[in-house]
């Protein structure tokens, strides 16, 4: 219904998928983010390098949470961040709905499970999008450490903790007449580092931080651009999405600053996060709208049919000045008097 109250409807599998479905998914996903990062079960690809390559023999900035933008500042910002602007969102939309006559609103059912369990559309919307939100944050995640873990590209401070033995390796310092590196060293036993130093300096692309970073800010922008409402103004929603993507560039900018990751590593984290985020947000909760309550897909003429129209002056016809009744007394449909005219 459009601009009317919403009905109600039972459902007595909306809990079931729920608990089943959903939640079982979402479990495996969250599993599955677990053993990528904090696990061996995915061992990191062990690729070579060269002896004194220079984009691999940055000093080593330190553990990742002496960094200016720790993991866990991170992670709090990308969970806490777009929750917030979800449920400021949809409480404003509840408390303050628009007028039918602004925007054209498809109202949603409430879903009466059992006897005792109603699902108002507020809830449903507000369970949909951190719900698919939730989801594609650990997806996220685990796409990243899967491109880390295939991939085992080194960060720019690799050499600083792998503190390979040159002379043992054969590979020779280098001179005027060889000022780059020579010799590739595929040997596994070629690092005498930590050996966690060195499985963590091996995950470098795509970069994880800028791929969370690049989630969370694309899928609130496209909130805040498809659900919010401003009158009066068109740079509110702009400024607010812009504001929104500073953090995330900052973000990437101090992980190429510190020594963490090449540019390369940083565009491809965005990428991915963006991508990502585009999709579910487009094809998973249909750009934040309610679907019609019929679930029924109208055919291109009836939809046609309910858009406003307006009348064409070349198609009214003039007002007959006179009818020619039969003998039945019914006027005649297609013949009208012609007025005589006087010589």
Known sequence: MAG?????????????????????LLGIVVLLAYRLEFTD??????????????????????????????????????TAGPTLTILLGELARAFFPAPPSAIPIIGESTIVSGACCRFSPPLRRLVRFLGVYSFGLFTT???????????G?????????????????GCPPPSPDRPGPDRFVTDQGA?????????AARRAFPCKDAALCAYAVTYTAMYVTLVFRVKGSR???????????????????????????????????FLTGAAIATFLVTCVVHN??????????????????????????????????????????SPHPSRRTVPAVAT
Not at 252 to 264: K, M, T
């Open 4 to 24: 009317g109250r919403p009905q109600s409807k039972r459902s007595f599998s909306i809990i079931p998928c729920f608990v089943f479905v959903e939640s079982v």
């Open 235 to 269: 740079l509110v929603k702009p400024s607010l999405c812009l504001a929104l993507l500073c953090p995330a560039f900052l973000v990437g900018v101090v992980r190429v600053a510190e020594y963490r990751n090449h540019w390369s590593d940083v565009l491809a984290g």
């Open 191 to 199: 690092c005498a580092g930590s050996p966690s130093l060195v499985a």
């Open 288 to 329: 934040f709208q309610s679907r019609r309550p019929s679930g029924r897909r109208l055919s291109p003429w009836e939809d046609l049919g309910q858009a406003p129209t307006m009348d064409s002056p070349l198609e009214k016809n003039p007002k007959p000045a006179g009818r020619i009744r039969h003998r039945h007394g």
């Open 141 to 151: 995640t685990i796409f990243a450490n899967a491109g880390q873990v295939v991939t």
């Open 153 to 169: 590209n080194p960060t720019p401070h690799f050499l600083s903790v792998c503190r390979p033995n040159y002379t043992a390796l």
């Open 41 to 78: 079960t995915f061992p990191v690809h062990t690729q070579g390098f060269f002896c004194y390559d220079s984009n691999y023999a940055k000093p080593y900035p330190g553990p990742e949470a002496a960094s200016r933008v720790p993991p866990a500042l991170i992670y709090a910002l990308v």
